[in-house]
T-cell receptor, first 115, second 114 residues
Framework: GAGVSQSPSNKVTEKGKDVELRCDPI?????LYWYRQSLGQGLEFLIY????????KSGLPSDRFSAERTGGSVSTLTIQRTQQEDSAVYLC?????????????FGPGTRLTVL | GDSVTQMEGPVTLSEEAFLTINCTYT??????LFWYVQYPGEGLQLLLK?????DKGSNKGFEATYRKETTSFHLEKGSVQVSDSAVYFC?????????????FGQGTTLQVKP
């Protein structure tokens, strides 16, 4: 079956512009995660959605970052007024239930470059 | 807060050599522990996991045992192949709350030479 898909695969933007990154999780997975992979910080958790529960936003680095998940499926991560330090690979993952023992399935990522 | 520490790479081995990648963690309670692998040009994928103390996770010839007393989850393989060349990430999911969010180590690059 189809895995987690993300779009675009690459995004180059200018400092100060807003960007939207999209994630399509595996059908039937109730939990969705966003992570960021950068050279300096490694892999960092950003935000978690599970069903209709309030999202866990504890990993968002600043209020320029926001995310939503519509209809319990597709998610969009928005970065406003991008900065050069936002350059990274943004990974989306989904899991069946979101429990601490669940396997997370990762998408290929969106490579964001802020000039 | 919770954290994961991995041995720094890169690790370079000859084919059929024994592999150990060290991983230790700091966490309250009993987290779940994972090894994820990122092959060149591919996305992150689960290699193995263990959810309670003394559990052994295994897959594709790789093994790791959840050691509560030493807060460790070292990855081992008896005989590596060129196809094992990849970046390996140790990760934990906290037992407090139930979000499943992963805390990753820095990653260890393994290069296996023929």
């Amino acid at each position: 079956g189809a895995g987690v898909s993300q779009s675009p695969s690459n995004k180059v933007t200018e400092k100060g512009k807003d960007v939207e990154l999209r994630c399509d999780p595996i059908s039937g997975h109730t939990a969705l995660y966003w992570y960021r992979q950068s050279l300096g910080q490694g892999l960092e958790f950003l935000i978690y959605f599970q069903g209709n529960s309030a999202p866990d936003k504890s990993g968002l680095p600043s209020d320029r970052f926001s995310a939503e998940r519509t209809g319990g499926s597709v998610s969009t991560l928005t970065i406003q007024r991008t900065q050069q330090e936002d350059s990274a690979v943004y990974l989306c993952a989904s899991s069946l239930w979101g429990g601490r023992a669940d396997e997370q399935f990762f998408g290929p990522g969106t490579r964001l470059t802020v000039l | 807060g919770d954290s994961v520490t991995q041995m720094e790479g890169p690790v370079t081995l000859s084919e059929e050599a024994f592999l150990t990648i060290n991983c230790t963690y700091t966490a309250t309670g009993y987290p779940s522990l994972f090894w994820y692998v990122q092959y060149p040009g591919e996305g992150l994928q689960l290699l193995l996991k263990a959810t309670k103390a003394d559990d052994k996770g295994s897959n594709k010839g790789f093994e790791a045992t959840y050691r509560k007393e030493t807060t460790s989850f070292h990855l081992e393989k008896g005989s590596v192949q060129v196809s094992d060349s990849a970046v390996y990430f140790c990760a934990l999911s906290s037992s407090s709350g139930n979000t499943g969010k992963l805390i990753f180590g820095q990653g260890t690059t393994l290069q296996v030479k023929p």
